[in-house]
């Protein structure tokens, strides 16, 4: 399979999902319901939940829980980017080609849209249609609820946020990105590999692949923020420069970044030594990631 066909497949899939789960209620929740599924259905790369389903395939794993895990993750990256979007956050008006949560359905139901889907990715990972072991899915939930915390996700969004009022040197923006960005993305591969009883030398591997791949996807980032049109990639550009935000490509310069980018992908292929054909939708993600245009 290709990998276009691939990020076609999982769409459809994740799209489906999130129509199923995001039914309207038929009672006064139903503009949030709208909300969510504004924000959930249609659009975006769907990474993540590819990112878990090529993993769990390297184990055997069967898609449909594969599926049901990349959902989750998904529903939390949906979360991150309604409240991101936000006026006390970055504030912008277009995400995905279409108006942002807040501009379509106000302020305060774009807040509690997000709240709904941190909350229902957690429900849904404890459900045992998820998976029937309860071990599994509790493993599940501790490493999504890290990535998505104070120590992952939250956590790098506040330091930028924070990045408006500091100067911050190489490292820190490298700390702040593996947490903004990177720890959901780990959570995607780590989620494969825990639907797939991986043992320690498989996840050593793998969370190398999903650091630099992790990586990697924030430098291409930084230079579509910087080189990008705004019409293909959905969203305002260049707002990082203007708000004097320190980035890998304010920090290393255009050519640098690129040298960089396409070192930590090939780092990445090599962390996949060890497996074969079935790794080659892996391979194909990390090389996406410096080849996309949004």
Do not use: N
């Amino acid at each position: 399979m290709t990998l276009r066909q691939a990020l076609s497949d999982v769409a459809a899939d994740i799209d489906a999902r999130f129509d199923t789960l995001l039914a309207l209620p038929g009672d006064p929740r139903d503009h949030l319901y709208r909300a969510m599924r504004h924000a959930a259905i249609g659009g975006g790369k769907r990474l993540r939940p590819l990112l878990t389903l090529a993993t769990a395939q390297l184990f055997g794993v069967d898609r449909a829980a594969a599926l049901a895990a990349g959902c989750a993750v998904e529903a939390i990256h949906v979360y991150s980017l309604i409240h991101d979007d936000l006026p006390a956050m970055d504030d912008d008006d277009l995400r995905r080609g279409k108006p942002t949560v807040h501009k379509a359905f106000g302020e305060a139901t774009a807040i509690l849209a997000g709240d709904c889907l941190h909350a229902l990715a957690f429900e849904w990972l404890a459900d045992p249609v998820a998976h029937p072991d309860p071990f599994v899915r509790a493993e599940l939930v501790a490493d999504l609820a890290r990535a998505a915390g104070p120590t992952g996700m939250a956590g790098g969004q506040m330091m930028d946020l924070e990045a408006e009022k500091a100067t911050f040197d190489l490292a820190t923006v490298t700390r702040l990105q593996q947490m903004k960005t990177g720890a959901l993305i780990s959570a995607a591969v780590e989620a494969g590999a825990i639907l797939g009883h991986a043992g320690p030398e498989a996840r050593t591997s793998l969370r190398g692949y999903a650091h630099d791949i992790g990586l990697a996807f924030q430098i291409a980032d930084d230079l579509l923020d910087a080189e990008g049109d705004e019409a293909t990639v959905g969203k305002a550009l260049r707002k990082d420069g203007a708000a004097g935000k320190a980035t890998f490509l304010s920090l290393l310069g255009a050519e640098r970044a690129r040298t960089q980018c396409a070192m930590l992908v090939e780092q990445a292929v090599q962390h996949l030594h060890a497996y074969g054909s079935e790794a080659d939708l892996l391979r194909a993600i990390a090389r996406y990631i410096v080849e996309r245009d949004r």
